[in-house]
């Protein structure tokens, strides 16, 4: 049971109270609840949970598996009215429900960080005959003790004790660290002129009649369109700097602490390094392994690499004779020329087919085709005006419910990411999920159509996986993290393919997107892609070196400009520490590695598609109940097998990584 993902909805922040016996649950957030509410919801709900974990606990006299795991998941769904905490805290407007949310969010890490730490409870569920338990029950079973005796639950009670001191504090650090670069926003203020080449609409929201001035934020919406449009090269350094300095200093100082803490955990427990007790758990295995995995992509990168910082350095010169280098905040703008120049495709022409309504309801309809369901609007109380519901349903049967919070504001989570607010049950909860995204109202980069895309699929893969299980440690996404991106990112594919984008890509003018335009884009759509997973490469490492030492023998600015200096095709820009605003060394601590090794899951399962086609409702069928409905109900490398007949190999993505070395004249 992972609690920060899962088993925190219903009391006082449902709609609705729990359903009653052989109903399904399936309301959602009270939208209105303010601080108050959520500070007595948590105060209720823990308070029940700590209960029935105490009487469970102090159980005597014969049980068997089966009861003790029943007895344990009721406990879980007491907890899940304050699953959308964590949620809340990144959405909200109102900072005091957002505190309050975080504060509730801390609560229940330390309550469960205590069951984990429990040897009443861990004798009692050793203490049973599991060997008749029923497959999917013996699988939460086996994972369950697994997990506690990572958590040291069989050390002395001294040990026990420093180890929950330990958890709290990460915790705490970690929500100090997120809410830092949440919060920490940099502005510009920059003149009119200086806007020369950015694309009309992105001006005109911006800039009123007789304005000299506007001002810039390190936000998605006017960072990126600012580093690929400007042609004030002055302008791209200076908020692509300040976006690079967001939470710091005080991220400085929380990070140090995080490491250092984890550090202490991991061998507390046994283990030499945090990187190796995070990896146990996971596909890759060890750090070892994915240092390893990381070097074969750095090595297949190495002849692509060179090509395309070739090409990118002399088109630069163009501009600057006198340049030696491309840096960071050149990179999308000189790349966007080449694709305009070499491939005839222009980024300004290519986002006017993508309005924003018109690509939600594209991405929609691209999962109804897919996989036969319907999407829509749910009426319910939500947050804030931007925030968007839908339900999902198949043959007329609710299966799922959704919120999107798609657009930017101040305090409010400045990714893209999703949410699982309920785990589905089979004949007892629907699903619910949730987007928090930043897109503009208008036109978006295709980019962004791409990221869009890449988060609903993380929605459905939590829809699809709550249909058919029985446990709430089964359902959902709650299996190996460095398998959780690969179904996404799989998805990606549909929004280069035309049959796809031709069914909601339109201008103002209703004109759809031509083919020639996409067939330009997809020649150019690879152009980047050696530097882009360098730069990957180079992220990878710094989650991975940051936890393979031991905190005291390195510091954090030396080792990233080092580890920058190696891996990365782009130097370091002085006076920035990117470190205090990558928000993934707290959630995802070593593992960044999962994307790329996700991506080579990724490639792997696309095959089936590319063989027999994209919108082969057959293959999508198996993939969805093989893959997305197992849930954590199985080994992740086993559904990846069933699925492809046969175990996952790697080689398609490197084969992938090293064509992109061709030259420019075959491309």
């Known amino acids: 049971m992972r609690f920060s993902r899962t088993a925190m909805l219903a009391a006082g922040l449902l709609s609705a109270s729990w359903a009653s016996a052989g109903e399904l649950l399936t309301d959602g957030i009270n939208a209105k609840a303010d601080a108050k509410q959520w500070q007595q919801l948590c105060d209720q709900q823990l308070q029940k949970a700590k209960q029935q974990f105490s009487a469970l606990e102090q159980q005597t006299g014969a049980t068997t598996a089966l009861a003790v795991l029943e007895n344990y998941e009721q406990i879980q769904y007491s ?26 969010s801390q609560k229940v890490s330390d309550f469960a960080s205590s069951i984990y730490l429990s040897k009443p409870f861990y004798q009692r569920l050793t203490s049973v005959d599991a060997e008749k338990l029923p497959a999917d029950a013996a699988f939460v079973y086996s994972r369950l003790v697994r997990d506690l005796r990572r958590s040291g639950v069989d050390k002395d009670q001294e040990t026990r004790d420093r180890i929950f001191a330990l958890q709290q504090q990460i915790s705490e650090l970690g929500n100090t660290f997120s809410r830092n670069i949440q919060e920490d926003v940099r502005t510009l203020e920059v003149s009119v002129e200086e806007l020369d080449g950015l694309p009309q609409d992105f001006i005109d929201e911006r ?11 390190t936000n998605y919406p006017d960072l990126y369109p600012v580093l690929t449009y400007a042609h004030s090269d002055d302008l791209r350094y200076r908020l692509r700097k300040a976006a690079l300095q967001r939470g710091y200093p005080q991220n400085q100082e929380v990070l140090e602490n995080i490491l250092q803490r984890r550090h202490e955990l991991a061998q507390t427990l046994g283990y030499s390094s945090f990187a190796e007790y995070n990896m146990e758990t996971q596909m890759i295995g060890s750090p070892e392994h994915a240092d390893a995995f990381l070097q074969r992509i750095n090595e297949a990168l190495k002849e692509p690499v060179k090509r395309e910082i070739e090409r990118d350095l002399a088109r630069l010169q163009q501009i600057d ?32 087919y993508f309005q924003y309504e018109r690509v939600r309801d594209g991405i929609f309809a691209l999962s109804e085709n897919l996989f036969g369901v319907k999407i829509q609007p749910w009426k319910t109380e939500v947050w804030h005006e931007d925030v968007e519901a839908y339900e999902i349903l198949e043959n007329g049967k609710l299966i799922g419910r959704f919120y999107m919070d798609n657009h930017p504001r101040d305090g409010k989570f400045q990714h893209a990411a999703h949410w699982g607010l309920r785990d589905g049950i089979k004949d007892k909860q629907v699903p619910l999920s949730a987007l928090a995204q930043n897109f503009p109202k208008g036109l978006m980069e295709h980019g962004q159509v791409e990221t869009f895309l890449h988060e609903f699929g993380h929605l459905l893969h939590s829809v699809f996986a709550g249909q058919n299980q029985r446990w709430l440690d089964n359902a959902g996404m709650d299996m190996e993290w460095d398998f959780v991106e690969a179904p996404s990112q799989m998805l990606e594919e549909w929004i280069w393919d035309y049959d796809t984008l031709k069914t909601f890509a339109f201008n103002e003018d209703g004109e759809v997107i031509p083919k020639s335009l996409v067939k330009k884009m997809n020649s150019a759509r690879d152009y980047g892609k050696a530097t882009g997973t360098a730069v990957q490469i180079f992220y990878s490492q710094m989650s991975l070196q940051y936890y393979m030492q031991d905190p005291a023998k390195f510091e954090l600015q030396p080792t990233m400009v080092e580890l920058q200096e190696k891996y990365s095709p782009y130097p370091y820009t002085e006076d920035t520490y990117f470190y205090t605003s990558f928000g993934h060394l707290y959630g995802y601590s070593s593992n960044y590695y999962t994307y790329q090794w996700s991506l080579a899951i990724a490639t792997d399962l696309f095959s089936r598609f590319k063989e027999k086609g994209m919108n082969n409702r057959d293959i999508a069928n198996a993939y969805r109940h093989k893959v997305l409905a197992v849930g954590g109900s199985m080994p992740a490398a086993e559904m990846v097998e069933n699925f492809l007949g046969r175990p996952f190999s790697e080689n398609a993505y490197m084969d992938h990584l090293k064509s992109l070395a061709a030259p420019a004249t075959q491309l």
């Open 321 to 352: 004779p006198d340049a030696k280098q491309v840096n960071l905040w050149q990179a999308s703008y000189i790349g966007n020329l080449i694709r305009q120049e070499e491939y005839a495709v222009d980024a300004k022409e290519v986002r006017q």
């Open 207 to 217: 800039v009123e009649e007789g304005q000299k001035t506007v001002t810039l934020t």
């Open 79 to 104: 907890l899940q009215p304050l699953t959308p905490a964590w949620y809340i805290k990144s959405v909200h407007p109102e900072k005091s429900v957002r505190d309050a949310a975080e504060d509730c």
